[in-house]
């Protein structure tokens, strides 16, 4: 045999002897790869207590709303994305409407009495509403709504109406929608 050959398989072996280990303890750990524990896992019990659904003035409207309208279902703080999705046109941009909108709640979902269709969206404006962010979120609920025909309904609680006047104005949107 040449020297060149002789050397070329002594180098080769010596590559083997050295670097094989190595491979083959990175392949056992990328198929035992551990995810990294998250913060709090460790915990027994989380740092969470109840909170209510509702504020005390939201649940006398909501009273006024079951009075109103007792042949509906209604449920309150429901998020858009339980009751709109993105349509076909979407296309693969399904991700960034979902994103738009699974944020936000409505205050309250009017649904016909079989449980699955969406009459209305409805909400109890108060000051929080008076802000430019809040009105850009509002607008954004809005149109996302309206796109889907759904229509909103928008009442201020200060100017809370009446339980005639509430039933009059949801019946004549619900009809007209």
Same mark, same amino acid.
């Given at each position: $045999?040449?020297?060149?050959?002789?050397?070329?398989?002594?180098?080769?072996?010596?590559?083997?002897?050295?670097?094989?280990?190595?491979?083959?303890? +990175?392949?056992?750990?990328?198929?035992?790869? &551990? =995810?990294?524990?998250?913060?709090?896992?460790?915990?027994?019990?989380?740092?969470?207590?109840? $909170?209510?659904? $509702? =504020?005390?003035?939201?649940?006398? %409207?909501?009273?006024?709303?079951?009075?109103?309208?007792? &042949?509906?279902?209604?449920?309150?703080?429901?998020?858009?994305?339980?009751?709109? &999705?993105?349509?076909?046109?979407?296309?693969?941009?399904?991700?960034?409407?979902?994103?738009?909108?699974?944020?936000?709640?409505?205050?309250?979902?009017?649904?016909?009495?079989?449980?699955?269709? =969406?009459?209305? +969206?409805?909400?109890?404006?108060?000051?929080?509403?008076?802000?430019?962010?809040?009105?850009?979120?509002?607008?954004?609920?809005?149109?996302?709504? +309206?796109? +889907?025909?759904?229509?909103?309904?928008? %009442?201020?609680? &200060?100017?809370?109406?009446?339980?005639?006047?509430?039933?009059?104005?949801?019946?004549?949107?619900?009809?007209?929608?």
């Amino acid at each position: $045999m040449e020297f060149g050959t002789l050397f070329l398989l002594a180098s080769l072996g010596f590559v083997v002897i050295v670097f094989l280990p190595k491979l083959l303890r +990175a392949k056992g750990n990328s198929s035992k790869q &551990e =995810t990294k524990p998250v913060r709090g896992d460790e915990l027994a019990i989380w740092p969470f207590e109840p $909170m209510p659904i $509702m =504020t005390d003035t939201e649940v006398l %409207f909501f009273r006024k709303l079951q009075k109103a309208l007792p &042949e509906y279902y209604i449920f309150s703080q429901v998020q858009l994305s339980r009751i709109i &999705e993105p349509s076909e046109e979407a296309g693969s941009d399904r991700s960034f409407w979902f994103n738009r909108i699974c944020r936000q709640s409505v205050d309250y979902v009017l649904v016909d009495s079989d449980a699955q269709t =969406t009459l209305a +969206a409805i909400e109890l404006d108060d000051w929080t509403h008076e802000s430019q962010k809040s009105q850009k979120a509002d607008a954004k609920k809005d149109k996302a709504l +309206a796109s +889907a025909g759904i229509p909103i309904l928008r %009442f201020h609680a &200060e100017r809370m109406p009446s339980i005639e006047i509430l039933r009059h104005e949801v019946l004549k949107v619900i009809d007209s929608y």
